[in-house]
C-alpha cells in the first residue's frame, strides 16, 4: 500500500468512526437477536408449556417428654432442597407444617428445659398428602434446676378453657370405674345419681376421645366405663362445635367431661349386667354394653326402675329408658354418629307443701300496709309421658381445607297428667280479704314434635390461622296442650260470711315455634401472634300461640270464654356482629387477651288477635367484648372475664291490655319498658403445685343489670266477686339488681396421695328488687356454704371419707313487716369401704344434720344411715351386693326453696326412705392397644381423639 492509498483508508476509518459507527452497532445487535430467535423457535414446539407445580402436602406430629406429656412450645424446623419452615409446639404439643414441597427432609427440635434433638433425616412417600409422623421424644436437661427437686410429675394442668388431671396419679381399686376415679381428684364433687359437679359449676355433658359418648349422658360414662382404660380427664369450658374449629368464643360456656384413654386400652369390648329386687316393691335392671376402638364407638345402655318417689310424701315411679350410640366412618373422609334414645315414665305420688310471702296493701287512703300470705298445698297426681330423640351427625372432610357438618335431629314428647290439689290460703290481719279455700282438679294431655337441623361449613386458607366459616340452624316446634280443669273456690270474707266460685273449663293450646339462626366467622391473622376476628349472626324467633278457654255449662254444653282467650303470635329478630382482636396466639405466650366490640340490633313485632293490638319496637345495644389470661406456667394460671347480654321483654310484658286468662292473676303489659342490660365479670386463679401436691382454685363472679323488667303485684278488689281480693300484675323497670358469688377449693395430698385434704366453700350475695303496691322492697339473700373433708386411704383394704359442713342461709327486707329468715345447718358426713379377704367389701355412708330456723313437721336434726354388703364372683366379673338404705328411717325432712321476696315454700319429702335391696351384676371386659398404619406409632390430638 502506498502512502496516499495509506492516508486515504486512513482518513475512511476515521469519517466511518465518527459518522456511521453508531448505525453500525444497532445494526449488528438487531441482526443477532433475530439468530437467536429463529435458532430458539426452531428448536421449541410452537406452544410454550407451563411446567406442573410442585407437589405440596401437609406434615403434624407431636413432640412429648419423658412423661408422656406433650412438650408446649417446643420449635420444630424443617429444611429441604425446596423448604426452609418453622414453627412451633401448640398446648398438647403438637406441630403442623402446611404446603410442604419436598416429601424428603429434616426436622430438629429444640425447647427451653430439654436437651436439644439431633437432626433427624426423613423420606416419605412423595404421593402422601397429608403426613402423621411418630412422636417425637426430647430428654430433660440435666443441669436446668439444679436448686430444685421435683418429686413427680404434674397431675393437673391448667390449658386454655381447659383443666386436665393425669389419671395414673390417683390409685383405684381393680374392675373400678370412672365416678370412683373422679372422687380421687381435687375439685370433683360426683353425686350418688351420677351427677358431677366441678369446683362448684355443674359439668353438662360426657365425650369420649373428644367425641360425644352415648348422647353425652354424664352418669352413664362414669358409673359404666372402667377407670382402668383412662389416661386423662378434662372439664374443658365448651363454646360449641363451632368455636372449637374456629377459636371464636361467643356466649356463656357449658362444663364438659372429656374421657381420654390409654392408647394401650384404647379398643375394647364390654358389658354389663344388673338386676336387683327389695322391700317397698322395689325392682331394678340394667344392661350396658359397649364397643370402642379408637374414634369408632358403639354403645347401648338401658335401664328399668320400679321405686318410691323420694321427692315426695309418698307414690311411686316406673322408669325406663334405653340409649343407642353408633359412631364409625365411611371411607376416609366421613364419619358419623347416630344417636337414639327413649324415655317412658309412669308415677303417682302426694305433695305436701307450705309456703309464706310478703305482701302488702293499700288502704283507701293510699296508706301501705304489709303483712305475710300463708298457704299449704296438698296434691297427689298421676303422670305419664314418653320421649323419643333422634341424632344424627355427619362430619365430612371434603379436602385439606374445606370440612363440612350436617346434623338432623328428631325429637317426640307426649305426656298425661292428672292432679287434685286442696290449697288453703291464709293471710294475716291486713290480707283477710285473700283468705280462701280452693279445691282444684286438673287433666292434661300433651303432645310436642320437633324437627331441627344444623349445618356447619368451614374453609381453611393456606395462610396459617386464616379461616372462614358458617353455621345454619332450623327448629320447628309444634306443641298442642288440652287441659281440662275444675275449681272450686270458697272465699272468706271480712263480716265473717263465706262466697263460693266454681269453673269448670277446657282450655286448649296450640303453640308454634320456628327458630332461625345463620351465623358467618372470619378470623384473619395479623402476626405470629396476633389476629383479627369477625363474627355476624342472625336469630328469628317466630311465635303462633292460640289459648282457648270454654266454660263447661251445666247443661253439657260449652261456649268460648273471649276474655279467658289468647291467640297471638309475633317475632323476635336479633342480630349480632362482633369485632374482636386476640393477642397471644402462640403457644408460648404467657399473656392472653381479646378485645372488641359486638353490637345488637333487634326487632320485636307481632299482633293480639284475641285483643285486636299490635306492637312494632326495635332497639340497639353495644356490649364491649374483653377477656385475659396470664400463664405462669402449665400449673398456674389466672384469668378475667366480661361479657354483656341485653334481653328484650317478652310480648306480654309490653301489652298495654288486660289478660285475665288467669281471673286471679290478671296481667297488664308496660309498652315503655326498655331491654334489660346485664353485665357479669368472671375471674379465676388456679395453681397446681406439683412439689407440694397442693391445688388452689378461686372463682369470683359479679353480675350487675341495668333495667331489670320486675313485677309491681298490687292487691286490688275482684271485680268478679265483692268482698274479695285479688293479685294484678303490672311490670316495670328498676336498675340496682346485683349478685357476688366465690368458690374456693383447697387440696393437699400427702403421703403419696394416701391422704387427701380438701377445704371448700361458696359464699353468694343478691341484691333483689321486687315490689308490692307501688312500694319497693329490697331483698339481701346471704348464703354461705363451707366444707372441710378429709380422705383417709392408708391401705388399699381400707378407705374413710369424712365431710364436716356448715351452711347459713339468710334473707333480710328493708320493707318494714316483712317476715326476714335464717337457717343455719351443720351436717357431718362419713362414708368409706373395707374390703375383707379380696372378695368381700363393707361399705357404709351416714350423715348428721343439725338444722336451726326451719318450721314445720320436719325431724330437724336427722341421722341417716346407708350400708352394703358385697361378695365377689368369678375373678372379680360378678357381684351381688345386699344393700340397706336409712336404716334409722329418719329421712324426713323438708325441701327448703328461699323465695325473690325474702318468703319461702318448704316441702315434705318422703317418709317412708327406709327400704332392702339385694342386687346381681356381671361385668365382661377386654382392652387391648390401638394398632398406627403401616407399622407408624398413634397419632392423638389434644382431646385424644386418633388422627
Known amino acids: 500500500m502506498n502512502y496516499f492509498n495509506w492516508v486515504a483508508a486512513k482518513d475512511y476509518d476515521v469519517l466511518f468512526k465518527s459518522k456511521y459507527l453508531q448505525h453500525f452497532k444497532k445494526l449488528a445487535v438487531i441482526l443477532l437477536l433475530t439468530l437467536s430467535f429463529t435458532e430458539v423457535f426452531s428448536q421449541q414446539p410452537a406452544k410454550k408449556e407451563t411446567p406442573p407445580p410442585l407437589p405440596s402436602r401437609q406434615i403434624s406430629g407431636i413432640v412429648k417428654d419423658s412423661t408422656d406429656l406433650g412438650v408446649i412450645g417446643a420449635t420444630v424446623s424443617l429444611t429441604s432442597d425446596k423448604d426452609t419452615l418453622k414453627t412451633s409446639t401448640n398446648s398438647d404439643g403438637i406441630f403442623v407444617f402446611k404446603d410442604v414441597k419436598s416429601a424428603t427432609y429434616t426436622l430438629v427440635v429444640q425447647s427451653i428445659g430439654y436437651e436439644k434433638s439431633p437432626v433427624m433425616r426423613f423420606k416419605q412417600n412423595d404421593i402422601i398428602p397429608r403426613i402423621v409422623m411418630d412422636p417425637i421424644m426430647l430428654k430433660e436437661q440435666k443441669n436446668t434446676l439444679n436448686e430444685v427437686v421435683i418429686n413427680g410429675t404434674p397431675s393437673i394442668t391448667y390449658k386454655t378453657d381447659t383443666v386436665e388431671y393425669k389419671a395414673s396419679d390417683y390409685v383405684v381399686r381393680k374392675n373400678a370405674t370412672v365416678d370412683e376415679l373422679l372422687k380421687k381428684m381435687e375439685g370433683m364433687e360426683v353425686g350418688t345419681d351420677g351427677s358431677l359437679v366441678h369446683q362448684g359449676e355443674t359439668v353438662a355433658r360426657a365425650k369420649l376421645n373428644g367425641k360425644e359418648y352415648l348422647g353425652g349422658d354424664i352418669a352413664n360414662a362414669i358409673k359404666n ?459 379465676d386463679y388456679n395453681n397446681y403445685i406439683a412439689n407440694s401436691k397442693l391445688n388452689l382454685s378461686f372463682t369470683a363472679n359479679g353480675s350487675y343489670t341495668e333495667n331489670a323488667v320486675i313485677q309491681n303485684i298490687s292487691n286490688v ?106 337457717i343455719n345447718t351443720l351436717s357431718l358426713n362419713l362414708d368409706g369401704r373395707i374390703y375383707l379377704w379380696d372378695v368381700w367389701m363393707f361399705a357404709y355412708n351416714g350423715s348428721k344434720q343439725y338444722i336451726d330456723g326451719v318450721v314445720g313437721n320436719t325431724n330437724n336434726r336427722p341421722l341417716v344411715i346407708n350400708a352394703s354388703l358385697e361378695r365377689q364372683l368369678f375373678n372379680r366379673r360378678g357381684q351381688i351386693t345386699f344393700q340397706a338404705f336409712d336404716i334409722l328411717n329418719q329421712n324426713n325432712t323438708l325441701s327448703y326453696d328461699q323465695l325473690a321476696d325474702g318468703g319461702y315454700t318448704n316441702t315434705r319429702v318422703n317418709p317412708i326412705s327406709r327400704y332392702f335391696m339385694l342386687k346381681l351384676s356381671m361385668r365382661l371386659q377386654k382392652w387391648s392397644g390401638a394398632q398406627g398404619r403401616g407399622g407408624r406409632g398413634i397419632m392423638r390430638r389434644g382431646d385424644g381423639s386418633f388422627m
Open 225 to 683: 366405663l372402667p377407670a382402668e382404660i383412662v389416661d386423662k380427664i378434662q372439664i374443658v369450658d365448651d363454646y360449641g362445635d363451632q368455636a372449637a374449629r374456629t377459636g371464636v368464643k361467643d356466649g356463656d360456656p357449658q362444663k364438659i367431661l372429656n374421657i381420654t384413654t390409654r392408647t394401650d386400652k384404647s379398643v375394647g369390648n364390654m358389658m354389663n349386667l344388673n338386676a336387683a329386687g327389695g322391700s317397698n316393691e322395689r325392682k331394678e335392671a340394667g344392661l350396658f354394653t359397649t364397643r370402642i376402638n379408637g374414634n369408632q364407638q358403639m354403645g347401648l345402655n338401658g335401664n328399668y326402675k320400679d321405686v318410691i318417689n323420694l321427692n315426695a310424701l309418698s307414690g311411686s315411679n316406673t322408669n325406663a329408658d334405653a340409649r343407642f350410640s353408633l359412631r364409625d366412618k365411611i371411607g376416609k373422609k366421613i364419619e358419623y354418629n347416630l344417636n337414639y334414645q327413649f324415655g317412658n315414665s309412669n308415677g303417682d305420688n302426694e305433695n305436701d307443701a307450705e309456703s309464706l310471702r310478703n305482701i302488702t296493701i293499700r288502704n283507701p287512703d293510699s296508706s301501705i300496709v304489709s303483712g305475710q300470705l300463708r298457704s299449704s298445698n296438698f296434691s297427689n297426681g298421676l303422670q305419664k309421658s314418653n320421649n323419643h330423640q333422634f341424632k344424627f351427625e355427619f362430619e365430612v372432610n371434603l379436602d385439606s381445607n374445606d370440612y363440612l357438618k350436617v346434623i338432623p335431629t328428631f325429637n317426640l314428647n307426649s305426656s298425661d297428667n292428672t292432679n287434685n290439689s286442696k290449697v288453703t290460703q291464709r293471710g294475716s290481719d291486713v290480707a283477710l280479704k285473700m283468705d280462701q279455700d280452693r279445691t282444684i282438679e286438673n287433666k292434661t294431655s300433651r303432645t310436642a314434635p320437633e324437627f331441627g337441623v344444623s349445618v356447619f361449613y368451614q374453609h381453611t386458607f393456606k395462610k396459617y390461622r386464616r379461616n372462614f366459616s358458617t353455621q345454619i340452624d332450623l327448629n320447628k316446634n309444634n306443641q298442642d296442650n288440652e287441659q281440662a280443669r275444675l275449681n272450686f273456690t270458697k272465699y272468706f270474707l271480712e263480716d265473717l260470711t263465706t262466697k263460693d266460685s266454681t269453673t269448670n273449663q277446657i282450655i286448649a293450646r296450640k303453640n308454634r315455634r320456628d327458630n332461625y339462626r345463620g351465623s358467618m366467622t372470619y378470623v384473619e391473622p395479623l402476626g405470629v401472634n396476633t389476629q383479627f376476628e369477625v363474627n355476624a349472626q342472625v336469630n328469628y324467633n317466630g311465635y303462633d300461640n292460640t289459648a282457648t278457654t270454654r266454660d263447661i255449662l251445666p247443661d253439657g254444653l260449652s261456649g268460648v270464654v273471649d276474655s279467658l282467650s289468647n291467640i297471638y303470635n309475633y317475632s323476635f329478630t336479633q342480630g349480632r356482629v362482633a369485632l374482636n382482636f386476640r393477642y397471644g396466639m402462640s403457644n408460648t405466650s404467657k399473656v392472653r387477651f381479646s378485645v372488641g366490640l359486638t353490637g345488637v340490633p333487634s326487632l320485636l313485632s307481632g299482633t293480639k288477635l284475641s285483643l285486636g293490638t299490635t306492637t312494632r319496637r326495635s332497639s340497639f345495644n353495644l356490649i364491649p367484648i374483653a377477656r385475659f389470661e396470664y400463664r405462669w406456667t402449665r400449673q398456674q394460671k389466672v384469668s378475667l372475664n366480661y361479657s354483656g347480654n341485653a334481653v328484650e321483654p317478652t310480648f306480654d310484658q309490653i301489652q298495654p291490655v288486660r289478660d285475665v286468662t288467669n281471673p286471679n292473676n290478671p296481667i297488664i303489659g308496660n309498652p315503655d319498658l326498655r331491654a334489660t342490660f346485664v353485665h357479669t365479670i368472671r375471674g
Open 717 to 822: 278488689e275482684n271485680p268478679g266477686l265483692a268482698g274479695t281480693r285479688i293479685n294484678e300484675t303490672r311490670f316495670l323497670n328498676v336498675s340496682g339488681v346485683y349478685r357476688l358469688t366465690g368458690n374456693y377449693n383447697i387440696s393437699k395430698q400427702l403421703n403419696n396421695r394416701k391422704y387427701n385434704l380438701q377445704l371448700n366453700g361458696t359464699a353468694n350475695y343478691s341484691h333483689n328488687l321486687s315490689m308490692r303496691d307501688g312500694v319497693l322492697n329490697t331483698t339481701n339473700i346471704t348464703s354461705l356454704n363451707q366444707r372441710f373433708g378429709p380422705k383417709i386411704n392408708p391401705t388399699e383394704w381400707f378407705e374413710i371419707n369424712a365431710d364436716i359442713g356448715y351452711k347459713i342461709d339468710k334473707s333480710d327486707n328493708t320493707t318494714p313487716g316483712f317476715v326476714n329468715n335464717t
